[in-house]
Antibody
């Protein structure tokens, strides 16, 4: 069965970077794109970006373009999202999802807390 | 970017009643609209895609419809498991965008 398993919670200081991983199983990672979505505490869902594991192409929302790096390691079926120059308002749960335009399978989420 | 506006913010419904949730797109997004359910502390769950197609395993009491830029999610007879947050999302344009959500609460 399709599963996306994300890395564990992180606590980071302002200005640092965080990398979240998303390991896919139950399907060939190169056959589907992956999206990253975040949710700040008590807030709605925010689409961050998209990566094609097949060719490495990415798209990101404009507000994240300068700070987000999305990659995949097809040998381990793992996608990564790295967010740089963290601020307190980056505190959120970060999700990966298999993408068909919409997310049909989702990871369990990774809480990233940014605090001095 | 496309703005998705959901209404109402909160919908109070009694078990067994019908719930109707609305989502309006700021531009035509064709039928490229999905609905998700999210419960506290959980990841979103896909309910509907292509405006009206139920995802695998989604009960028939959930249905989606579209008219122009207006989209509707209907839950025909609310079960206790259905009280949750619901989001719409368009995938016709980059960036993909979500509505702000509708909370379905017990009346």
């Amino acid at each position: 069965q399709v599963q996306l398993v994300q890395s564990g919670s992180e606590v980071k200081k302002p200005g640092a970077s965080v990398r979240v991983s998303c390991k896919a199983s139950g399907y060939r990672i190169t056959s589907y794109t992956i999206i990253w979505v975040r949710q700040a505490p008590g807030q709605g869902l925010e689409w961050m970006g998209w990566i094609s594991p097949h060719n490495g192409n990415t798209k990101s929302a404009q507000k994240f373009q300068d700070r987000v790096t999305m990659t995949t390691d097809t040998s381990t079926s793992t996608a990564y999202m790295e967010l740089h120059s963290l601020r307190s308002d980056d505190t959120a749960v970060y999700y990966c999802a298999r993408d068909l335009g919409y997310g049909d399978y989702w990871g369990q989420g990774t809480l990233v807390t940014v605090s001095s | 970017e496309i703005v998705m506006t959901q209404s109402p913010a909160t919908l109070s419904v009694s078990p067994g009643e019908r719930a109707t949730l609305s989502c309006r797109a700021s531009q035509i997004v064709s039928s490229n609209l999905a609905w998700y359910q999210q419960k506290s502390g959980q990841a979103p769950r896909l309910l509907i895609y292509d405006a009206s197609t139920r995802a695998t395993g989604v009960p028939a009491r959930f249905s989606g419809s579209a008219s122009g830029t207006e989209f509707t999610l209907t839950i025909s007879s609310l079960q206790s498991d259905d009280f949750a947050l619901y989001y719409c999302q368009q995938y016709n344009y980059w960036p993909r965008t979500f509505g702000q959500g509708t909370q379905v609460a017990i009346k």
